[in-house]
T-cell receptor, first 114, second 114 residues
Framework: NAGVTQTPKFQVLKTGQSMTLQCAQD?????MSWYRQDPGMGLRLIHY???????DQGEVPNGYNVSRSTTEDFPLRLLSAAPSQTSVYFC?????????????FGSGTQLSVL | DQQVKQNSPSLSVQEGRISILNCDYT??????FLWYKKYPAEGPTFLIS?????DKNEDGRFTVFLNKSAKHLSLHIVPSQPGDSAVYFC?????????????FGKGTLLTVNP
């Protein structure tokens, strides 16, 4: 069972570079989301989507873009990386995002911006 | 302004003893609480949850207690095992809330010593 798959696992960028973090799920979940985890900060929501073609901002959206063209995929784009975006990024999904559903997380992408 | 607080960054216990992880919240609109466990280099996984209509929920060695008047919940692990060593995140959801309204605490690193 693949579940939620994130690529790459590690990435080093220079300030100003762009990149896309990939996230795919094979559980036919409508809800997908991106979190970042920083030391001493817990998990903070960046962007989320409740279905194909629908996205919205979370707590810390600045510097990130998302799109949802298919149910399976929810890529996160950094347009111009900054050192403040050094973090561990987790993609998570659930059936609909409504109600009391548990989230399924990917294994994370560790990003360093120099 | 932290709405979900895990005031102990770390906890160390002996194998076979009880582990008690604490979580406090400030938002009285929260009515559903979850615990996620995270191993190094992996994403968080759902552990146990509790609704505000209950004061206890049990699943095997894991029990979550909720004290609404004190806005406090705790996760008890009995008996603790070395495989329980992980970071534990407390999360809270407001009434009628969806997954994009989840608020996570900063996490507590539990180490269970053999």
């Amino acid at each position: 069972n693949a579940g939620v798959t994130q690529t790459p696992k590690f990435q080093v960028l220079k300030t100003g570079q762009s990149m896309t973090l990939q996230c795919a799920q094979d559980m036919n979940h409508e809800y997908m989301s991106w979190y970042r985890q920083d030391p001493g900060m817990g998990l903070r929501l960046i962007h989320y989507s409740v279905g194909a073609g629908i996205t919205d901002q979370g707590e810390v959206p600045n510097g990130y873009n998302v799109s949802r063209s298919t149910t399976e995929d929810f890529p996160l784009r950094l347009l111009s990386a900054a050192p403040s975006q050094t973090s561990v990024y987790f993609c998570a999904s659930s059936y609909s995002g409504r109600g009391r559903e548990k989230l399924f997380f990917g294994s994370g992408t560790q990003l360093s911006v120099l | 302004d932290q709405q979900v607080k895990q005031n102990s960054p770390s906890l160390s216990v002996q194998e076979g003893r009880i582990s008690i992880l604490n979580c406090d919240y400030t938002n009285s609109m929260f009515d559903y609480f979850l615990w996620y466990k995270k191993y190094p280099a992996e994403g968080p996984t759902f552990l146990i949850s509790i609704s505000s209509i209950k004061d206890k929920n049990e699943d095997g060695r894991f029990t979550v207690f909720l004290n609404k008047s004190a806005k406090h919940l705790s996760l008890h692990i009995v008996p603790s095992q070395p495989g329980d060593s992980a970071v534990y995140f407390c999360a809270a959801s407001p009434s009628g809330g969806s997954n994009y309204k989840l608020t996570f605490g900063k996490g507590t690193l539990l180490t269970v010593n053999p």
